[in-house]
């Protein structure tokens, strides 16, 4: 006992450390810290620059008359887009890791920037804007150079730029982590934290640079060739297509326990990326959340372990906080299972009901649900973002509400055994509870009694239920009269139950956006989960591999015919000789027929005599 004491004497030590050295130490890591504030906006210098080249290798449909003189700008500059959400099946993984190398950045910089006083509390809200701005505009590179149509090109960019991301990043956590090796505990702990929360963007990283790097293998082994993307694109869809066309086997195959209760694979479905991102990102939310907390809790329940010098109440303070240190971390477990299972839940739900959508059923929906299609753009735009937070905050609170359960099992179960032991605490538990006893009893009894003497024997002796009619009907009145009282105070306990059964219910699917938590005809109360009715309902309309097919078809029919048709050499930019040909043509035509030059929008324009005389002559040398 004393040595153990003596031990935690020099562990609390930790606060009169050398001085100089942690003040090294620590100016080192201020000058990484600096460095590492100043990434994001010298950032913005290349990504503009990426941004700016992708633009203008894009191609815009509609030419301005000011772009015809200068051959090299000729509808150049168009739009880079970033990702497509409603739908795309392409880089669907890409996109995914591309949000998760992102995200600490952003989170990062929107906390530093709500702790620093730059501004007025007044326009916080504001400078959290701009931030979440600039930092968008640094880290599209990361998407534009995988949804632009120029593959090698954008390989070769976002390779570069990826690149420069994960050598800074892996800089940062090697050397300006290692800076805190010395000095106080605390710095100690923010290193492990770093650690911890920094490794899964340095892996997303990796993997951007890896999928850049096969795009430009890739490009250089078609030789630059231009293969249709589309068809690709509408692989899936075709095979759905064809699967619905085929004759439907006549032996059903035998399904696996997997496949029945857990997840049945379908080759024919594919989730677009704006779920795949959702999901990858609820899962690095709780990670985030759950490496934050177990590594503060775990400094915390150290250092009181350490410094639990109180003489004769040492071993009691101990005890229990072996108690509190458990259940922490029983319950934190059982929370994490809990949140991987809910967003692993919500792959499921969505294919359920996208499939249900395509195949005509609107089971899934609620019977008074009305499709808005202001509803639907607000899912594609919130979803997401709600998913993620719901994810992360539910771990949250399901862990708080867990962990308190256990401290009162533990008070009330494990610490009574432990000193009376099972014998003692079963008496007073069946003491305590006997009143609850009686009324089960008495449920239970009506139930009994309701099924054996209440009720009519079966018609067939091979029903599996008794049908609804009554049996001795005087003594069921008798028993319903004295009874009538009894079951009021019945009502009483089954209503405390049915509170409790809610509260935990509620609790856990508060995650669960796909699931409403509000009964039935009380649905639209529920914002969350008429914001996943919008997005699946979009996602339907969008999506719909039969649509899909039939407009993508009668597109390829229409350009086949427009291709193969008498003014085919026609295109959407004619060249010069194409545009004296086609004026040639005008002035035929209007020597043949002088009466469309009436119908001509500069001859209604032209208001002189010089006009009308052509006109006239016109007319009277065709006659």
């Known amino acids: 006992m004393h040595v153990f004491v003596n031990d935690s004497t020099e562990h609390c030590d930790w606060l009169s450390e050398n001085v100089s050295s942690d003040i090294v130490n620590e100016m080192d890591f201020t000058q990484c810290v600096t460095n590492e504030q100043l990434f994001v906006p010298l950032s913005l210098l290349p990504s503009v ?26 509808g150049r500059f168009g739009f880079v887009l970033p990702l497509d959400f409603t739908g795309k099946m392409q880089n669907r993984w890409s996109y995914a890791f591309a949000f998760g190398a992102v995200t600490p950045m952003v989170l990062e910089l929107i906390f530093k920037s709500t702790k620093y006083n730059y501004v007025l509390p007044e326009l916080k809200v504001l400078e959290v804007l701009l931030t979440a701005l600039m930092v968008s505009i640094a880290c599209m590179p990361l998407f534009a150079c995988l949804s632009t149509p120029h593959r090698l090109l954008g390989g070769v960019l976002g390779l570069l730029y990826s690149l420069f991301w994960f050598i800074r990043q892996l800089w940062y956590l090697i050397l300006c982590r290692s800076l805190l090796l010395r000095g106080s505990k605390i710095f100690a702990v923010y290193r492990l934290l770093g650690w911890f929360l920094y490794t899964p963007q340095l892996l997303c990283l990796a993997f951007l ?132 299972v809910h967003i692993s839940q919500v792959l499921v739900y969505y294919r359920k009901h996208i499939k249900s959508l395509r195949a005509g059923e609107k089971k899934y929906l609620p019977k008074t649900y009305r499709p808005d299609a202001v509803d ?49 605490w079963l008496k007073w538990v069946s003491l305590s509870l006997a009143n609850f006893f009686i009324l089960i009893i008495v449920m239970v009894l009506q139930r009994v009694l309701s099924r054996i003497f209440f009720l009519q024997d079966k018609i067939s002796p091979t029903d599996e239920d008794k049908p609804l009619a009554l049996n001795n009907r005087k003594a069921f009145h008798n028993f319903n009269y004295f009874f009538f009282f009894c079951n009021v105070i019945l009502g009483l306990m089954n209503c405390l139950l049915r509170l409790i059964k809610s509260a935990a219910v509620g609790l856990m699917l508060l995650s669960r956006i796909e699931r409403t938590i509000m009964p039935e005809g009380f649905e639209n109360l529920d914002n969350s989960y008429c914001m996943w009715l919008g997005m699946i309902m979009a996602d339907h309309h969008h999506t719909n591999p039969v649509l899909v097919c039939f407009c993508h078809l009668l597109l390829k029919y229409n350009l086949e015919r427009f291709q193969d048709g008498e003014y085919s050499h026609l295109n959407q930019e004619p060249l010069a000789k194409d545009r004296v040909r086609t004026r040639w043509l005008l002035v035929y035509t209007l020597l043949r027929n002088p009466q469309l030059i009436l119908m001509r929008k500069k001859h209604k324009q032209k208001n002189d005599k010089e006009g009308e005389f052509a006109f006239a002559w016109a007319v009277s040398h065709t006659a």
């Open 49 to 74: 620059f990426i941004i700016l080249l992708l633009s203008f290798v894009e191609r815009r449909r509609k030419i301005y008359d000011c772009e015809r003189s200068a051959l090299c700008l000729r």
């Open 209 to 340: 640079v890896c999928r850049f790097g096969f795009i430009i293998v890739k490009g250089v082994k078609k030789h630059l060739r231009n293969y249709s993307q589309q068809e690709e694109v509408k692989k899936h869809e075709y095979k759905y297509v064809q699967h619905l066309l085929r004759r439907s086997a006549e032996a059903s195959v035998q399904k696996s326990w997997i496949q029945r209760k857990v997840y049945e694979w379908d080759p024919y479905f594919k989730f677009p990326n704006r779920i795949i991102a959702t999901i990858v990102l609820s899962f690095y939310g709780v990670y985030v959340v759950i490496a934050t907390e177990q590594v503060s809790s775990w400094f915390f329940i150290s250092d009181l372990e350490r410094c639990s010098n109180f003489g004769f109440l040492q071993a009691f303070f101990l005890k229990h906080l072996n108690y509190f240190k458990y259940a922490w971390y029983i319950s934190a477990a059982c929370a994490t299972l809990s949140s991987a």
């Open 376 to 424: 639907g753009v607000m899912g594609l735009l919130k979803y997401s973002g709600y998913q993620i937070a719901f994810s992360v905050w539910g771990y949250f609170i399901v862990h708080i509400v867990m962990f308190m359960i256990g401290m009162v099992f533990v008070y009330l179960v494990i610490l009574p055994i432990q000193e009376d032991g099972f014998l003692a």
